[in-house]
């Protein structure tokens, strides 16, 4: 998936957050200016960004107070990301080479803690406290996300409820309150904020499983890594816990991520990649996908008739278009 | 140094703060509270919120207030904590396991990105910017301190300007805003609460000075792990800079340095250890760290006459009282 440069009437001002994305950054320490520069470089599709700006069209938009909600949740999402390249051991990232794999796992820890620092320190220019309950408290169920992950690795007894939870935790929460909070920044209807939470939650949902089937379906190009990444490192994803539940491939499969487990995820995982393709889990996850999407036009409905409306569902509507 | 048990009149309000630490990371992750708790029970000076208590005793004093301060600021302590353990690898921090020790890094980082997490949370409670920005910054400036402690493992040819404006980061500066947020938040004169900082500031020095002192001179049972850790991991403290410098010493503790090196810390460093013990370095480190604790005191002076200067006095002599 490509940035959303689809949206010409926010092309300037994506303009800026990417400036500003990278002042926010620079500072006394030529080293962790170094690194986090290097990650933002990497590029991303600056959804949480996108988001907020978007949200600010259904109140009083004004880019110098958006930028102070928009820049700092792409730095959370990007530290978030540094910290995870650690646990995961992850040599690439959008087929750039990782902090952890070009300087070391200590570099990576302090640029993630740096970047988390710097993005409170930008939210604190704007004073508002509720903005500031809400990311901090983000942050924190980002964590108890992540260590979720960790806690369910190899665990092929999880239920979908427990993914659902997680994915939640990891992904849409970030996105929902990015909606939000550009709404809140704009100072919008409380209301119309409430309607975009539920409308970024349930398309981060979607987003979610999408880039978990995109990591089983698509090729190394697509992906930028190769396809399998997750089972390798043991995240059981939606279509796996679903094929094991389809009685055609689920003792083939369990037995192959015995073995992944057992190997430490240094081999082979093409045979279990080819047994969730060919199970039922595809599109059973397709189908879920699907129906947080509905959801999140469903939320759009609720909001007030403005063009930034029909951006939304092109968004929504561009996240579950599958290419693989 | 043990808890600073001996300022009676502010023992039930540490039992507070003490019970808020504990609940401040309860919540809906059960491994991150197990992991949280851990590493808090494992005890600590509890320096930070002594500080803000006695700074908030030089303005309206309100528990209630003063605790989202004091706690967001051992928190934050904590979390640099529970990550440093990652970098250094230890597997014991004041004589019990680490949590990097007891379960893994991955769940050392997350732990430290939590209870980051719960830390500003709390803070977001007071409706006070100021605070939120200084507390950020402070974030920003500890990362950047860690960094440049990674940067300077092993370098010999480090001066002791390098040598403060590190400790400056990672120790003094959260020291120093502790006694500064106190009385803010107890909305005492400004005058006070920048006097108050600097008080804290030099103590802070003085503190890692001492602590540094510890490793070196002190016995396994006082530091809670073998003398010359520091060398170990390449962290090069003032003693050793100053050592460096001592013509009697310089070239077989290059020399030693070297060999601790190449070996990675694998190896024994009583040799490396007895050297500093025996140079010039041990005295001129006692004589600047005295040289802070005098400025703390002189920036005491600037302060109103109240009970707590008398408690703060004793606060920086106790730091120099030195026991090895």
């Given at each position: 998936?490509?940035r ?70 792409e ?28 300087w ?36 924190v ?11 369910d ?31 809140l ?47 390798r ?32 995820g ?23 996908a ?12 609720t909001?007030p ?20």
């Open positions: 998936m490509k959303f440069d689809i949206f010409g009437t926010l092309k300037k001002d994506m303009d800026v957050i990417e400036k500003e994305l990278y002042l926010s950054v620079e500072g006394d320490s030529p080293e962790l200016t170094e690194t986090s520069l290097h990650l933002l470089r990497a590029g991303g599709k600056r959804l949480r960004p996108v988001f907020v700006l978007m949200g600010g069209k259904f109140g009083s938009y004004d880019i110098e107070r958006l930028k102070l909600v928009a820049v700092p949740l730095l959370i999402h990007s530290a978030s990301l540094v910290h995870d390249d650690v646990i995961d051991d992850a040599e690439t990232r959008r087929g750039k080479p990782t902090v952890k794999a070009k070391d796992n200590r570099v990576a820890m302090y640029t993630g803690d740096y970047i988390y620092g710097r993005a409170l320190e930008l939210t604190t220019k704007l004073e508002a406290p509720e903005i500031h309950r809400i990311l901090a408290k983000a942050m169920e980002m964590a108890i996300g992540e260590m979720e992950q960790i806690r690795f190899f665990n092929t007894e999880q239920n979908i409820r427990r993914y659902l939870l997680r994915i939640r935790r990891k992904t849409s929460l970030l996105i929902a309150i990015s909606c939000q909070l550009g709404a920044a704009a100072n919008a209807d409380r209301r119309v904020a409430s309607g975009l939470y539920r409308f970024g939650y349930n398309v981060g949902m979607a987003f979610q499983i999408q880039d978990d089937l995109l990591d089983l379906c698509g090729t190394e190009k697509q992906i930028g890594k190769p396809p399998g990444s997750d089972m490192q043991g995240n059981i994803t939606l279509p796996v816990i679903f094929a094991l539940g389809d009685h055609h491939v689920s003792e083939p499969l369990r037995q192959e991520l015995d073995r992944i487990q057992a190997m430490n240094q081999c082979d995982v093409s045979e279990a990649v080819q047994l969730v393709r060919a199970s039922s889990g595809i599109a059973k996850s397709e189908a879920l699907d129906r947080y999407i509905r959801k999140a036009l469903d939320a759009l409905d909001l008739d403005i063009k930034t409306k029909k951006h939304l569902r092109e968004i929504a509507h561009f996240i579950t278009k599958r290419s693989y």
